[in-house]
């Protein structure tokens, strides 16, 4: 039996296309691909509470650390910026971990060029990236920029990353397959899935109140309506 999550729609991003999401208790953060603004979103009704362009290209996954800074995904330049949440301005830059050539476009590599990572998460003072060129979630110590450890995931375009319920799990989303597992970080070991049926992409993922709320990146955000029991 397969479980497909009814993805609700709740409003449209200001911005024309949204790549990452982040909960926090003052709102929404969404990461804007298409012109590379970050914005703070009411939960209720999408309005925005706060926005500035950052200096990010083609961004595509945002979170924040426990001092309140955003961390953002740079794609095209493969980078990951420190960015101050109030100003908006550039406080460090770092090499993506993950950065590479896209598995589908590997035959064709002299058209592509290597794009860097996607979903991010923050915990207990370390970073969690998701790559789609490595198809792996790499675990970075942000201050001595390292890497403690990478967990592969499965499918093969990793996208948004959001926290499960259960301790060392993380939901992660296949873009391109269009299948949301939960996996163990310390193996990979997949405890639960479903897919969202198109024509609804998730690209950001963050969860809220053990909800997992999307955004599709041609505009839509919203939430998946789907059970946290695994049923198979």
Same mark, same amino acid.
């Given at each position: 039996?397969? =479980?497909?999550?009814?993805?609700?729609?709740?409003?449209?991003?200001?911005?024309?296309?949204? %790549?990452?999401?982040? @909960?926090?208790?003052?709102?929404? $953060?969404? /990461?804007?691909?298409?012109?590379?603004?970050?914005?703070?979103?009411?939960?209720?009704?999408? *309005?925005?509470?706060? #926005?500035?362009?950052?200096?990010?290209?083609?961004? *595509?996954?945002?979170?924040?650390?426990?001092?309140?800074?955003?961390?953002? @995904?740079?794609?095209?330049?493969?980078?990951?910026?420190? /960015?101050? *949440?109030?100003?908006?301005?550039?406080?460090?830059?770092?090499?993506?971990?993950?950065?590479?050539?896209? @598995?589908?476009?590997?035959?064709? #590599?002299?058209?592509?060029?290597?794009?860097?990572?996607?979903?991010?998460?923050?915990? %207990?003072?370390?970073?969690?990236?998701?790559?789609?060129?490595?198809?792996?979630?790499?675990?970075?110590?942000?201050?001595?920029?390292?890497?403690?450890? =990478?967990?592969?995931?499965?499918?093969?375009?990793?996208?948004?990353?959001?926290?499960?319920?259960?301790?060392?799990?993380?939901?992660? @989303?296949?873009?391109?397959?269009?299948?949301? #597992?939960?996996?163990?970080?310390?193996?990979?070991?997949?405890?639960? *899935?479903?897919?969202? #049926?198109?024509?609804?992409?998730?690209?950001?993922?963050?969860?809220?109140?053990?909800?997992? $709320?999307?955004?599709?990146?041609?505009?839509?955000?919203?939430?998946?309506?789907?059970?946290?029991?695994?049923?198979?």
């Amino acid at each position: 039996m397969t =479980k497909i999550a009814d993805a609700i729609q709740l409003f449209n991003c200001p911005g024309p296309k949204p %790549n990452g999401l982040q @909960a926090t208790d003052e709102g929404l $953060w969404v /990461i804007d691909q298409g012109n590379n603004f970050a914005y703070l979103l009411n939960w209720k009704d999408g *309005s925005i509470i706060k #926005s500035f362009e950052t200096e990010t290209d083609k961004s *595509s996954g945002i979170t924040v650390d426990d001092q309140g800074n955003l961390w953002v @995904a740079s794609t095209y330049n493969c980078k990951i910026y420190k /960015i101050d *949440s109030n100003s908006g301005t550039t406080i460090e830059i770092f090499e993506s971990p993950g950065q590479g050539m896209n @598995a589908t476009r590997e035959h064709e #590599s002299n058209k592509y060029q290597n794009t860097g990572d996607h979903g991010l998460e923050w915990k %207990n003072g370390l970073l969690y990236v998701a790559s789609p060129p490595s198809q792996y979630i790499h675990v970075i110590d942000p201050y001595k920029w390292v890497e403690k450890s =990478k967990t592969k995931v499965p499918g093969y375009r990793v996208h948004g990353i959001a926290w499960a319920e259960e301790e060392g799990n993380i939901w992660a @989303a296949d873009t391109a397959m269009g299948v949301v #597992s939960k996996i163990r970080l310390k193996d990979g070991r997949v405890y639960d *899935s479903f897919r969202v #049926s198109d024509p609804v992409q998730v690209h950001g993922m963050t969860i809220k109140d053990s909800v997992l $709320w999307y955004c599709d990146d041609r505009r839509p955000i919203g939430i998946l309506d789907v059970s946290m029991e695994p049923d198979f």
